[in-house]
């Protein structure tokens, strides 16, 4: 799978032109804030350097491509071919930014994936320890059943110990690159019991209970959000709105408007209203607590 959003070049020959950008590319990277943190959680097996570099032949190649093919239909049709290239740039560069946001989106969204699924994951863990199973066999079971990142995580923990790895070491690597704190938490928490011979079912309720008064904290603190995000929705998509179409009726009747005018300034209203609901529902689901399902 290819690391970089938007690169329709084959990996190999991106490397390659990627290589004239590498100077540029080390100059971004140290101005990015834990970029390489980033990338680690990501799992986008790339240094800071080479990928931003790779980001730049990708949007250069992009903005070569797209300003030929809009100068073709600008000519076409007789429009001004500098506006269009200005466009062009300026997609370019939101194109560029969103590459350099990608590590971060991607590893939010690991995060994401792992934490919804923890809780389920270790009452189950608790209920296999209960019943006699030994605890290299529940990592087993859970690593074939269907808890998103956390299955995934203890698959490839299953598959290390397999291989000779010693359990404890295993749980500590995996812990220690994963970008979730409360998985992290959650493993060592299991680890040090392990080290210390205490009973993993204890442990695992402590797990249960911590992570419980967390999800609660993260719902009241979403539940103290929403009133606010409500009255803004309220006065962007229902209020303003219905003042502007009232706003244009009695300006057209005063000012007797062109309909044509008139049509486009409710077209540009319901645009207006369409972009912002769709930017509050992605607000909405950014600031849903990842503990819950």
Known sequence: MMPIPYAFLP????????????????????????????????EIKLKPEEYISMSIATTIF?????SIIVSILLVKF????????????????FIFSQQMMY???????????????????????????????????VLAIISESSYGGVSEQFRIA??????????INVLE????????IHFRRTLWQITNGMKTGSNMADVIKVSIT?????????????GSQLN?????????????????????????????????????IFWGLFGFVFFFQLMFIGMLKMRRPNLLE
Do not use: C, H, W
């Open 11 to 42: 990996l190999t020959l991106l490397r390659k032109l990627s290589r004239i950008f590498l100077a540029p590319a080390r100059s971004i990277s140290k101005n990015i804030k834990d970029f390489d943190i980033f990338l680690e959680q990501s």
């Open 62 to 66: 992009l903005f070569f491509m797209l």
């Open 78 to 93: 007789n429009i001004d071919i500098l506006a269009g290239l200005v466009a062009v740039f300026f997609v370019s560069l």
């Open 103 to 137: 590590p971060r989106l991607k590893a939010k969204k690991r995060v994401r994936d792992i934490e919804k699924n923890l809780l389920p994951a270790l009452q189950n863990i608790l209920v296999q320890l209960n019943s006699g199973v030994p605890l290299f066999n």
């Open 158 to 167: 299953v598959r290390k110990i397999n291989a000779g790895s010693q359990q």
């Open 173 to 180: 690597e995996i812990a220690k690159n994963n970008p979730s």
């Open 210 to 222: 911590n992570l419980s008064e967390e999800q609660l904290i993260q719902i009241q603190k979403y």
């Open 228 to 264: 606010p995000l409500a009255m803004f929705y309220m006065i962007i998509a229902v209020i303003i709105p219905a003042l502007g179409v009232t706003l244009v009726m009695v300006l057209s009747s005063f000012l007797s408007l062109n309909p044509l005018t008139t049509k486009f």
